[in-house]
């Protein structure tokens, strides 16, 4: 990670990826856990088609080959 006090778009998608499959490999028998699982999913439903994130991902040599999960998105 850089100095940057802010997160750079081109993250948006990995880190959102990785949450992701965080949360799915747990057990979800915490009641917060299963809000804050249905919360990724509503506002991660399609995160790798929002155009500028793919685009702005794709350019980032560091993240480029291993950010997306779907090869067509990418």
Do not use: C, W, Y
């Amino acid at each position: 990670m850089s100095s940057s006090k802010f997160v750079m778009v081109s993250k948006v998608i990995p880190i959102a990826r990785s949450l992701q499959l965080v949360t799915v490999k747990n057990s979800t028998q915490i009641p917060l856990k299963r809000e804050f699982i249905a919360q990724m999913q509503r506002h991660f439903v399609n995160v790798e088609g929002n155009l500028t994130l793919a685009k702005s991902t794709q350019l980032d040599p560091h993240l480029k080959k291993m950010a997306f999960q779907n090869n067509e998105e990418a």
